[in-house]
């Protein structure tokens, strides 16, 4: 009877080993995948950042650009309402000679 509980306890404990062996392997594994995934992480942060700077930078651009559109038509407005009045200036002089 003694002989069947050592030789069960010895299953036991082997049985036990191999499952710390397994777990120890999973701990590995998912060690390795947690270091993959924190890197990946942090390289999609570093890149999102990049992205918010590219963006500000762009709209800035896009800021200034429709600054410069919108002073530019009013310099052709102005231009163009000066040009009709110097095409006035000129028909009147002609129609006085």
């Given at each position: 009877d003694a002989n069947?509980?050592?030789?069960?306890?010895?299953?036991?404990?082997?049985?036990?080993?191999?499952?710390?062996?397994?777990?120890?392997?999973?701990?590995?594994?998912?060690?390795?995948?947690v270091a993959r995934y924190?890197?990946?992480?942090?390289?999609?942060?570093?890149?999102?950042?990049?992205?918010?700077?590219?963006?500000?930078?762009l709209q800035r651009e896009l800021r200034t650009a429709l600054d410069k559109i919108e002073e530019m038509e009013m310099t052709n407005s102005h231009l163009m309402k000066r040009l009709e009045k110097m095409k006035a200036n000129r028909t009147a002089l002609l129609s006085q000679q």
């Open positions: 069947r509980q050592i030789s069960e306890y010895k299953f036991k404990l082997s049985k036990a080993e191999q499952d710390i062996t397994t777990l120890e392997q999973n701990i590995g594994r998912l060690e390795g995948q924190k890197s990946a992480a942090e390289n999609a942060e570093k890149v999102e950042d990049e992205l918010k700077a590219e963006k500000r930078k």
